[in-house]
Every structure is written in structure tokens, then in C-alpha cells.
């Protein structure tokens, strides 16, 4: 936010009153007049009355000393991770940083469950327990010692906005299963959905398979080796093209991610958030690329990992800046910010007898002190509140935790959906079938399987109907309850909706049977920026043979519909939602909460 000088004055007449200190009422409130009360000559009001980007800037020998602190520690202490080349056992977990008072939660790498599982009968109580599938496989998976530029490519597409030791069981399976970006390219949609099944925005898988098509198609195979190149892959932005090229290639370029960012604005005592374009777009990049080219700019992706690295560990959004094993703990600027608030919330509290900082008189003072033409609107004065709730919650112990400031919070979408799950069982055996239907190539969860479902409620159709209400920030819309009445009604309709001439007769008839099995509590699963409430019904259907069954089709509005045995679905790979849904099902049935109800064999047809 930027104001001009006449806004700048206008502004300070405004708040002339609000320079005055309690202590010192009574007295004239012009600027000539008002008393010295806060020490100008002190570093805290010098961060606080900069208005120049220059005052971030990293000098020559400051850069040099953080690059070889940074590369001192990463050698030294780094995680052993499968796409660096390590062999196992692997590292992902941060548990043990900062965690000052509380009891470390590190546990061991495991992988996710096989989807059999989510059949079995549990007790509705009873934690699941992970099976040890991938802590196996750290011993079996096959190449270890190589950082190859399509491993870089694969860990960084799994790594955003995803924990590493939740990537890590991913990144093993993937590699063995697609070695190189040739057998990436070979593979079927559905075999590389089902190794990214329960990482979550998958729209990175397709972005992935379709960049490794270009590669094999456009490169013969060979992942470019510059900046420029790579940006030219489908999925490969400015921070994946510079993390492959540095780190695979050698080339000195800097990487930014929101690790970075909070590193960065520690360093330099910058009042912004992580997500803010001004930090994660233009001045993160002109400061890590100080950092990586000091000296003799030699390896930057050592470098890069390191910044990333240290984000993710001792300079946490929990970090202090004062743990013993922080490589910069020298150098935050955050850190000197903290004792700067302390010696001067100290010394008005003994000469003026102020209990808390006075953040809204300070920061009226540096603006009356020093009008700017243009001023930055830096939020300042939050992280001078931040600091006051640090000394009041304990004066002896100040730490940089307020920097960078939390990113702004937008509302979820709130959703409710009516989910059926269709179970085919035949009678002369234990062989069991799910319909499922095939999302849209686009979209949420684009090209993924899931059980049939139905929105019966959107928190975006309840705006778009109120036209006057002001946006929200953060807050959460109050999610109806629908009657059981309507639910399967919807649900009903829709699922009629799904047969085409082909299977109309025999699939119509079972929906409008009717006999489904609503279980009583709803369930949530929360994507990124839209939260489902999920209303489940259950139809347990028995049939003479498969044989007589139309196995899969497609519906009038171009979906596939299928009929799965759970073999089948662990080979497309299911969502972490439908997994969700199956557990819901398999707990209620182990309670008897749901009870397979009757229905007519079904004649064979005749030949």
C-alpha cells in the first residue's frame, strides 16, 4: 500500500493526538511541541522508520559468511532423502526442532495402506494402524547414490505443499515403478493416478505425465539442463525449473519457496507474509540470489537445499532464532529486532511506567517524525504486537516467532454431498463390486475414480443469491442440515442419471429399489480451498452372476461408470475421500449399523 504526500499529511493530522503518550497529557499536541518520548537513535526505530527497499539489501561479506554457515551445516546435518542420492534408512520427519517443553512426535517412515484394508471390518474406536509396506521397501528400492535431474523433477512436483516424510513412501514406489522419464511417459493415465493417489492435488500428476511426454517427444528423452528450458515443460514454473537446475545441473540461480521466504524475512526483518507476491516473487529471489552467488558462486543447489532445509527445521514458523544449532542464529536481523523491543519497552516502562509497548503511539511518531513522499505499508505495527504478546507472556524469553506475519486466511467452499456406495456381491461367491464413476479430465480431483455423488448444498450458490454480502475472511459458512428425505431423493436422480440405453432396465430398477442404507452421521474431508460434508448411503446388492452385469459404460454426459473389485480399484488408485468413505462403511458395518437387506436372484440370460 502506497500513499501520496498529501495523503501521508492528512493522515498525520489525523493521529497527531495519538503520538502523545498518556504520560505526557495535558501538553500541546503540535508536532513542534511533542516530547521526545521514544529513543530515535535505536535500531528498533531505524527498521521502523525505513521506507526504502535498499535497507534489506545483503552486503558483500554478509552474504559470503551466511552462504559458507549454510553449506558448514548442510554437510554436516542434512536429512537423508531418497532424491539426494542416499541410501536408507530415510530422514523426512522435523520432529525434535524447536519443539522447547514438548515431547518430540517423530515416528517412522511408513507407508500408506493398501487398499484392502479399508474393507476389513474395524471397530469403530480402533486407530488404524499403518502397514510398514514402505519402511520394507527402503532396503529393496533399487538405485541409490544418483541425483538425476527427472528425480529432482519428480521430489519437487510431490514436495509443494506436501510434508517430505509423506512424499518419501511416494517418491520410492513412483521410482520403481517409473525409473525414467521415458517409462513415465509410457504409462497409462490410470497407472500413474494410482501411484499419486492420496498425495492430493493431482492435477500436479497429470501436469507430470504430460511433461515427461514433451520431454521424451521434444528432448528425446533428456531433461533440459537450463532455466529457460525446463520452463517450458508443462508444470515446471520459475521455482521447479531453478530447484532442477541447480540442483541436477550446477547452474547458479536461486530457488524461493515459502522456507525460503521465512529465512529470508528473519534475515532482513522484513514485515510481510510468505505468500505476499512483493516477498515471494520479486525481493526473495534479488536476496537468495546475494546468498547464492557469494563467493564463488559454486554449489548453488547445495546452497538452495540448505536455505529450504533450514526453513523446514531450526527456522520453522516455531524457531527461535537463538537454538545453539542454528546456523544463522548470528545474522537474523528478526533475533536483534526482539532484544531492540525488549530494551525499549524496559526503559519506557521505567522513566514513562508504560506496562505494554505503545505500538500505535511508536509508529505515529516515525511517521510524524520522518513524512515520507511515498510510504510503504509494511505492517509494522503487527509485528511490533507480536513481540508485545512474546513480553507478556514471558519477558524473559524473546524470540523472532513474529516474523514473517501469518498469511491472510480465505473461506473454504463448504460443500454437502450425498455419496453412494454401491456394493455387487454374487451369490455363489465372496467376490465384491463398486460402481464408480470417472471425474472430468478438468477440475477438482480431475480424472480420478470415486463413488457416485451428488452437491445438495453450496456455501458459493448461498453468495451468488446474496448479491450485498460482504466478503468473508476466513470465517466459516454454517453448513444446513438436509433432510434424510432429500438426500436420498438427489441421490436417487442422479444415479438414475448415470445409465444409458444399454443398462437402463437393470440398473434403474436397483436404484429405484430404494433399499439403501443411510448411515447416520455425516463425514468431513477437506481439500485446500473447499471442505465436503459427506452424507454416505449403502446399497448391499446380490447377484447370481457377473457375467450377467454390464461391467462399465458410459453415461449420457460422457463419464465413465464402472463396476471394480478391489483389486481392480487399487490399480486405478482411489483418493484419500473414497478411502474415507470405505472405512465409514466397513466401521458401521462392524457395528451393525448397516445390515445387507434382500433382494430376488436375478435369472440368467438366456444365450
Known sequence: GRISRKGANSFLSSYTACRLPNCAKGMSSSPSSVPKV????????????HHDESFYDFGHD???????????????????????????????????YNNKGRKSNSKDIRGQKKIKNY?????????????NDVVENQSKTSKTGNITAYGVWVSEIMLQQTRVEAVIPYYLKWMDSFPTVNHLANASEDEVNSHWAGLGFYRRARLLHQGAKLVVDKYEGNVPETVEGLMKISGIGPYTASAVASIAFGICVPVVDGNVCRVLSRLKGIANHIKSPALKDRLGWTLAEKIVQAGDG?????????????????CAPAGTGMDPNDPLKDFYMSTKLAFCFKEELQRLSKIHGYKTFPVD???????????????????????????????????????HGPFPLPPPKSAKREEVLVVAVQCMMEFRGNCKRYLLVKRPKSGLLAGQWEFPSVCIWSS?????????????????????????????EALTQYLKSLANNDVEKEFTQWVENRNRTQIQTSKEHIFSHIRHTMWIEYQYLKVEDFIDITASWKAPDGRLVRWMTEVEMESVGITSGVKKVLKTVASASSNGTIKPKKSQKRKRKEP
Open 298 to 314: 559454486k554449489n548453488a543447489g547445495e546452497i538452495n537445499q540448505a536455505l529450504m532445509e533450514l526453513g523446514a527445521t531450526y
Open 38 to 49: 521514544f529513543n530515535e537513535s535505536s535500531f528498533l526505530w531505524k527498521w521502523a522508520s
Open 119 to 131: 474393507f476389513t471390518h474395524t471397530p469403530k474406536e480402533e486407530p488404524i494402524e499403518e502397514s
Open 460 to 488: 458459493d450458490n448461498k453468495k451468488k443469491s446474496n448479491k450485498n454480502q460482504k466478503k468473508k475472511d476466513g470465517k466459516v459458512d454454517v453448513v444446513p442440515f438436509i433432510e434424510e428425505s432429500k438426500r436420498a
Open 62 to 96: 554478509e552474504a559470503l559468511k551466511i552462504r559458507e554457515s549454510l553449506l558448514s551445516w548442510y554437510r554436516a546435518n542434512r536429512r537423508k532423502l531418497p532424491w539426494r542420492g542416499d541410501s536408507p534408512p530415510y530422514v523426512g520427519s522435523t520432529a525434535g
Open 361 to 399: 503511539a511508536y509508529m505515529n511518531s516515525v511517521i510524524a517524525e520522518k513524512p515520507p513522499s511515498i510510504y510503504i505499508c509494511d505492517s509494522k505495527s503487527s509485528i511490533l504486537t507480536g513481540f508485545n504478546e512474546l513480553y507478556t507472556k514471558d519477558s524473559s524469553f524473546m524470540s
